[in-house]
């Protein structure tokens, strides 16, 4: 069991209002190297932005490939048929029997 102490007859009391230690201020940031921040940004990008740009334009290509194609084949047997035609049309007409 514990035993209480007397309380004393006079307590201290605390006259004065004690205010903490101001903490140092802190050092000045120098200014922001935007130019520096921007480099550092796209290096760091670079990578991942890269390959998702390669992904987009492979997509495209294939997929204006897959539009054109149809185009360029009737294209290019147009230019057949005209450059056999041509042929054919310079040939010498064998003599009649």
């Not at 309380?7 to 209002?17: G, I, M, Q, S, Y």
Request: hydrophobic letters at 40%; charged letters at 20%; zero cysteines.
């Amino acid at each position: 069991m514990r035993t209480s102490k007397p309380t004393p007859r006079f307590l201290p009391t605390l006259t004065e209002v004690v205010q903490p230690p101001h903490a140092p201020e802190p050092p000045p940031q120098s200014p922001i190297d935007t130019d520096v921040m921007v480099a550092r940004v796209m290096q760091a990008v670079a990578p991942h932005i890269e390959n998702q740009l390669r992904e987009l334009v492979a997509d495209l290509v294939q997929e204006q490939l897959r539009e054109l194609s149809p185009r360029i084949q009737h294209d290019l047997a147009q230019m057949v048929r005209a450059a056999v035609e041509g042929a054919v049309a310079e040939m010498p007409v064998p003599p009649s029997r």
